[in-house]
């Protein structure tokens, strides 16, 4: 009996907010047997038809076969998610309990999700003529070298794109001269996977390593086939990045590839000529600046191994990669490896996940690192390295208090500070002010005796909610009138803390009319190319007095700005967010980081009117280090993260009480070691027209954690507040505050 193919099954994963995989046919007549798990197919649903990503095969199905829609069509290109990608996004997608269509989704370049076959062009790549003859190689050779070494080098490499060519350091002249010749011709076709093991490392500018840097350094060699987590710590200057390049040599010499995670804003042209001077490998960039059809060659040049090191952003950790051999994350406590919207996962640590999977080193890097990683490395999970010295000779600033409630303050400045950005500007330096971004009121205190308004049962200060003239503890959800005068003392001083931040920057451009005042964040970043742009004038001196936000603490080194002030730390002091301190410290380090250089020092002046806090003491006196230790022990009195594990559902409506109830109804429920907080307005209560409410869920065991979230969202289906609201779940959840 002739045998004849059948129906199979598949399970695909479609872009739609659900949890789960839908079941569609496979008719035969798509060449069933040829279907790889991975690839893209497109499915009817509801009356659109979307393109899914098939996760499963399968002879057989649950459910009546009669009732299953058919897969239209496969999609025919060569773009497929490999079997590493796929467990990990299933991974991902578990983790954070996010829809896993959506995971997919985000995974893939825009291109790629669209029904219409993207017109994407294959890459045109580059060979010789097949009867090429040593008598015409050598010919070119003697009367154009350069393009005797672009000969050579296709003959070696029969199929080089442009880019890659571009990366070794030829130019489109001698390319068009070749072709002219007739010697080489141009196809657009799939390229195998492209090896640049011959091409030499360029080993010239490679500097000689410190005895810190060069332990470190070997540790990671040693460790390179295996999975295994290391913390770089030290300072801004240490020689972090040297260490990252060393360690990178030996798995690009094995023909590996390298994939370097930096934050949004770290992506400077100067990290990316430093990678490009040191190594002679193609190198591809992926960032939010790239247009869809940059990004998709990003990441096909990753897939088939052209790319040697990829560089980028949070989302980069997606990108399909040949032969992965390391993963470096630089600046890994900075807030924009998580993302805050839709699927809500941080880079870094899913960077942990994909290499742990493909059982290869990972590298994390920072001046502050994050109390989690931080705890992580002291507790021997991950190996932990310090760079204690400097290596260049640029200098870090030093760290002074302004007690604010001792002087008269105008727009937010002391007078102290007031005459030492005078003073800055009129030696001809460039002064920089720090501003707190926070629109509401993290606090309420005595102009007089310094009480704040605490809640008793949390010991937490009271979040201000001006609309509703209400403190309430986003802690615990209690509430109270705000006080007409302070209980301690009597007095009618009573503040909040932290002050709108447009307007201040106007005033302090008044303040300081004399001087060309400069506003860099992200409002007036917004344009392509305008970061550049205004940091261009900065350096070039067109500007005296910068205004920023926290963008400016990181990436950028300022050598003429001997002055940072930072206006308002004692939010962060006494904020609901007991990671306020953590990034409030991480900032000012930051920061001091950035000013000065050997012949000028820097100097870093805050504000506060609570310069006797420990916390700011021990920071300013003993280091980042020693006040993380500390802030570590009270964490652990606390129970707080790191030393317990977080849930934040977030449920937002058109009215109040519908969130709230809908929240409050999960808290019916009871789990083994887990503990609910809340539910609670968000402190950004409102936004856009809808109420928004936040319950925490809190376990001392990840597992515990999981097991009582993938209950919750398994109750929400029979909640009936839950049609009525908009609600999603954040696991390891970094900002509390939306
Ligand atoms: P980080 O990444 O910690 O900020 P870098 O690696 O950029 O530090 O090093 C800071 C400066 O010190 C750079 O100019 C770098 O060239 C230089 N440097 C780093 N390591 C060494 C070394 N071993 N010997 C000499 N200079 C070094
Ligand atoms: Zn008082
Ligand atoms: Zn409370």
Redesign the pocket.
Known sequence: MAITSTDKYVKVAIPVPMRQLFTYKLPAKLNVNAIKLGERVIVPFGSRQVVAIVLAVDDDTEYAAEKIKSILSRVKDNFSFSAELLNFLQRCADYYHHPIGDVFQQALPVLLRQIKQPDVELPQIWLTKESLTDEEHTATQKRAPKQGELLTLLKQHQGMTWSELLTLGFNKAQLNALEKKQLIYSESRPVEVFSWQDSALQQDNR????AE?AIIVATIKEMQKQFSCHL?D????????????QAMEEVLAANKQVLVLVPEIGLTPQTLA?FEQRFNVPICLHHSGLNDKERLQTWLEAQRGSAAIVIGTRSAIFTPLHDLGLIIV?EEHDGSFKQQDSFRYNARDIAILRARQLNIPIVL?S?TPSFETLQNALTGRYHYHQ?KK?????STAKISLIDVAQQQMEHGLSGTLKQAIKNTLERGEQALVFLNRRGYAPAINCQECHWIADCQRCNKPYTLHQGQGLLICHHCGSQKRIPPQCPSCGSVRIKSLGQGTEQLEERIGELFSDFSTVRIDRDSTRKKGELAKLLQQVSDKEHQLLIGTQMLAKGHHFPDVTLVAVLDVDGALFSYDFRAAEHMAQLLVQVS?RAGRASKPGKVMVQSNFPDHPLLQDLVNNGYQHFAKQALIERQQAMLPPFSFQALFRADANYPSYPEKFLRALTEHSFDGCQFAGPVPAAMEKKAGKFRYHLILQAKSRKQLHQAVFQLIHHSANNEWQSKVRWSVDIDPVDLSW
Not at 390 to 394: D, H, L, S
Request: a neutral charge; glycine letters at 20%; charged letters at 20%.
């Open positions: 500097l000689e390593l410190s840097q770089v030290g300072i801004t200057g240490s020689g972090k990045t040297e260490v990252y390049l430093r630089d890097g001046a760079l400097r290596a260049g000779n640029a980081g």
